[in-house]
């Protein structure tokens, strides 16, 4: 079953805009991951927030954690074009497989210049 | 000094036949996956191997048959090819479990069933 949901599923911004993503989950997590994939690519992991965390910073990018609400934020600052892709949140699965990693089904963000 | 690498890329093939997919990663992981990613972008896990030893078969038909010669090495072998298998296969690797670490993914290999 599907554990991360993202949101909005499409966001289409102006370069140098702020864009902020959402992602929901159901159950308790260990971790929550932020992917990004570029059209044609495979996922390139951008940033792991572990749950007793609740932001962490990686250049550009801003994630936030509230495991009270079941939900985490992918917020990039001042976008470029190269940003553009689809941006997948992930969690280790729940009932103890750690082998796996549930996706949510994306965030198309589309950067124009 | 690609990290993880998959070939071929693409994949064209008629309905029953059967075909391979081969990845290996460089990084000195232990375990390694295989994903799907259907035409609405959904992804899905298919298989986990952890030191070549299978942990994760997701309720994948079985006419997808892994293998894992060695830690570096997950191939998929699919008998039988049918329309809905077509879709966009990921290969990942990653050191341990999803506890404390994030996935290397491989550049996917588009299969089309035709």
Same mark, same amino acid.
């Given at each position: 079953?599907?554990?991360?949901?993202?949101?909005?599923? *499409?966001?289409?911004?102006?370069?140098?805009?702020? *864009?902020?993503?959402?992602?929901?989950?159901?159950?308790?997590?260990?971790?929550?991951?932020?992917?990004?994939?570029?059209?044609?690519?495979?996922?390139?992991?951008?940033?792991?927030?572990?749950?007793?965390?609740?932001?962490?910073?990686?250049?550009? !990018?801003?994630?936030?954690?509230?495991t009270?609400?079941?939900?985490?934020?992918? !917020?990039?600052?001042?976008?470029?074009? *190269?940003?553009? *892709?689809?941006y997948?949140?992930?969690?280790?699965?729940? %009932? %103890?497989?750690?082998?796996?990693?549930?996706?949510?089904? %994306?965030?198309?963000?589309t950067?124009?210049? | 000094?690609?990290?993880?690498?998959q070939t071929?890329?693409?994949?064209v093939t008629?309905?029953?036949?059967d075909?391979? +997919? &081969?990845?290996?990663? $460089?990084l000195?992981?232990? @375990?390694?996956?295989?994903?799907?990613q259907?035409s609405?972008?959904?992804?899905?896990?298919?298989?986990?191997?952890?030191?070549?030893?299978l +942990? +994760? $078969?997701?309720?994948?038909?079985?006419?997808?048959?892994? &293998?894992?010669?060695?830690?570096?090495?997950? $191939?998929?072998? +699919? $008998?039988?090819?049918?329309?809905?298998?077509s879709?966009?296969?990921?290969?990942?690797?990653?050191l341990? @479990?999803?506890?404390?670490?994030?996935?290397?993914?491989?550049?996917?290999?588009?299969?089309?069933?035709?």
């Open positions: 079953s599907q554990q991360g949901e993202e949101d909005p599923q *499409a966001l289409s911004i102006q370069e140098g805009e702020n *864009a902020t993503m959402n992602c929901s989950y159901k159950t308790s997590i260990n971790n929550l991951q932020w992917y990004r994939q570029n059209s044609g690519r495979g996922l390139v992991h951008l940033i792991l927030i572990r749950s007793n965390e609740r932001e962490k910073h990686s250049g550009r !990018l801003r994630v936030t954690l509230d009270s609400k079941k939900s985490s934020s992918l !917020l990039i600052t001042a976008s470029r074009a *190269a940003d553009t *892709a689809s997948f949140c992930a969690t280790p699965a729940s %009932g %103890g497989s750690n082998y796996k990693l549930t996706f949510g089904k %994306g965030t198309l963000l950067v124009n210049p | 000094d690609t990290a993880v690498s071929p890329k693409y994949l008629q309905m029953g036949n075909k391979s +997919i &081969k990845c290996e990663q $460089n000195g992981h232990d @375990t390694m996956y295989w994903y799907k259907d609405k972008k959904f992804l899905k896990i298919m298989f986990s191997y952890n030191n070549k030893e +942990i +994760i $078969n997701e309720t994948v038909p079985n006419r997808f048959s892994p &293998k894992s010669p060695d830690k570096a090495h997950l $191939n998929l072998h +699919i $008998n039988s090819l049918e329309l809905g298998d879709a966009v296969y990921f290969c990942a690797s990653s341990g @479990t999803y506890m404390n670490t994030e996935a290397f993914f491989g550049q996917g290999t588009r299969l089309t069933v035709v």
